[in-house]
T-cell receptor, first 117, second 113 residues
Framework: GAVVSQHPSWVICKSGTSVKIECRSL??????MFWYRQFPKQSLMLMAT?????????EQGVEKDKFLINHASLTLSTLTVTSAHPEDSSFYIC?????????????FGPGTRLTVL | AQSVSQHNHHVILSEAASLELGCNYS??????LFWYVQYPGQHLQLLLK??????LVKGIKGFEAEFIKSKFSFNLRKPSVQWSDTAEYFC???????????FGIGTKLQVIP
């Protein structure tokens, strides 16, 4: 089946620094990828849609200047958390869809746990 | 806007018991429905999906779900759970294409040997 990887799987950083998270589709091309955030005991919340070759689309309430998304190629999207603060500590998950017969199934990466001290 | 509600947040069952996890969605148009599972320490995996056709969908590991359009429901079932089914289960919906998927809050299933 399709594989989506994320790197790093776990990162700790100091408050005020920036952290970059990579999402790669390993055996398929993805013109679109999605970034989610998952708080403890809560569901996945879509943050933004990453579009290859164009600007990302952010969900309401998500600061685009804080969460920078770059879809550099058909297999790579990056999420950079700028000037991270402790409240940004969370589990970040990306996904990429593959279309089957006009509908799509999303494949998820393993997630990146960010801890901001 | 679409939304998903899962009624049971934490379910504890003994092995061999039957399982039914409720999922209701709100969206007036054509939807695609999914159940994802997240085993401890692992990433989300697709358990089963409904796009069209037979409303009774069979997935991996003996799971099945029934789409009842009139009730806006997509409940997950398994006749006999195993300890290895201990995981968190998420119901999700999207309206087709590359549009966003909306997830329910998740149900944590604990199966006691």
């Amino acid at each position: 089946g399709a594989v989506v990887s994320q790197h790093p799987s776990w990162v700790i950083c100091k408050s005020g620094t920036s952290v970059k998270i990579e999402c790669r589709s390993l055996d398929f091309q993805a013109t679109t990828m999605f970034w989610y955030r998952q708080f403890p005991k809560q569901s996945l919340m879509l943050m933004a849609t990453s579009n290859e070759g164009s600007k990302a689309t952010y969900e309401q309430g998500v600061e685009k200047d804080k969460f920078l998304i770059n879809h550099a190629s058909l297999t790579l999207s990056t999420l950079t958390v700028t000037s991270a603060h402790p409240e940004d500590s969370s589990f970040y998950i990306c996904s990429a869809p593959i279309a089957f017969s006009g509908t799509d199934t999303q494949y998820f990466g393993p997630g990146t746990r960010l801890t901001v001290l | 806007a679409q939304s998903v509600s899962q009624h049971n947040h934490h379910v504890i069952l003994s092995e061999a018991a039957s399982l039914e996890l409720g999922c209701n969605y709100s969206y007036g148009g054509t939807v695609n429905l999914f159940w994802y599972v997240q085993y401890p320490g692992q990433h989300l995996q697709l358990l089963l999906k409904y796009f069209s056709g037979d409303p009774l969908v069979k997935g991996i590991k003996g799971f099945e779900a029934e789409f009842i359009k009139s009730k806006f429901s997509f409940n997950l079932r398994k006749p006999s759970v195993q300890w290895s089914d201990t995981a968190e289960y998420f119901c999700a919906v999207n309206s087709g294409g590359y549009q966003k998927v909306t997830f329910g809050i998740g149900t944590k299933l604990q199966v006691i040997p």
